[in-house]
């Protein structure tokens, strides 16, 4: 059985106006897989915070639908791209989360 799966996104330097950016081209439907989205402002820049079904469900997203995202705020409205590449990751998974 696939277990829950969590990321936890710190992005230094990317502001609420540059995460606006990429979510306008990430559209309104929500990612399957997807149970819970939280984004904010940091001290550093912005975190965004989501739990997932399983990893296999964040990686599909991130491949299919994310780096889409990115590209085109990047290329179409000058979202600073290289901010979103410099993004710390912690995942978390399993027995961490009680929630299922």
Known sequence: MDMPFGVVQDMPGVSE???RMVEKHLG???P????????????EG?????????ETAF??????RLMR???????????????AARFRVLTVDGAE???R
Do not use: C, K
């Open 17 to 19: 106006e540059d995460y």
């Open 28 to 30: 309104p439907n929500r």
């Open 32 to 43: 399957p897989g997807l149970v819970a989205h939280v984004a904010g402002p940091t001290s």
């Open 46 to 54: 912005w975190r965004v915070v989501n739990i997932w079904e399983d």
């Open 59 to 64: 990686r599909r997203f991130q491949s299919e």
């Open 69 to 83: 995202a990115a590209g085109l705020a990047a290329e179409e409205e000058g979202f600073p791209a290289h901010l």
């Open 97 to 99: 989360m009680p929630f």
